[in-house]
């Protein structure tokens, strides 16, 4: 006998109960949603139907779109940096909405190739959370291009302006003055 799923019986869908906020980028049909945190490859993505349906649930028309959307979602993970390939995986195990996941092997790690990448992905160190996010918001600007709309947004540089434009041009006089061992005015003082 087989338990049942998220989402079937008794058993609460989690994917039904998501807000939209909760994702990287929502259509009228479907959303992408990201992990919770970074990962250990550079991209894991799941795409989702918006209607509580399985894979052989779905009529023609949303079908026809789930073409459209892998080959849309595949692209736009391949056109990040270090970015070989995109592994397509349906397991249809935990839930009975309609998922699919979406993971990029590094560049060059040839032993990541296979089914081994779900399974490298919680073992790897993570990618740094800005690299991370800027490359989820790379991915629903990207899809946003065709339709829908974009909830990730690239990290915010954090820098503050000098309190006073003098006292930075006098620490860089200083730092130059100790780099160089003496300045001009000094070594005009040693002259007879």
Not at 3 to 22: F, I, L, M, Y
Not at 82 to 110: E, I, K, Q, T
Not at 149 to 154: D, F, K, N, Q
Request: include cysteine.
């Amino acid at each position: 006998m087989e338990p049942p799923r998220k989402g079937e019986g008794q058993r609460e869908c989690t994917a039904c109960s998501a807000p939209d906020d909760a994702y990287i980028w929502v259509g009228e049909r479907w959303r992408v949603r990201a992990m919770d945190r970074p990962t250990g490859l550079p991209m894991v993505l799941i795409l989702e139907s918006r209607s509580h349906l399985d894979l052989g649930d779905l009529p023609n028309l949303l079908a026809a779109e789930l073409g459209v959307m892998t080959v849309r979602l595949e692209r736009a993970i391949r056109s990040l940096d270090g970015v070989a390939r995109v592994h397509v995986n349906r397991w249809g195990d935990g839930s009975s909405h309609f998922h699919m996941w979406f993971l990029a092997r590094p560049y060059g790690r040839l032993q990541l190739r296979g089914t081994f990448l779900s399974l490298w992905d919680s073992i790897l160190p993570p990618i740094s959370e800005g690299q991370w996010r800027e490359n989820l918001a790379m991915v629903a600007a990207w899809l946003a291009e065709f339709e829908g709309r974009p909830l990730a947004e690239p990290p915010r540089i954090q820098w503050q302006a000098p309190s006073s434009l003098g006292t930075a041009a006098a620490a860089d006089t200083g730092a130059k003055e100790e780099d160089e061992g003496s300045s001009v005015i000094e070594a005009a003082d040693e002259l007879p």
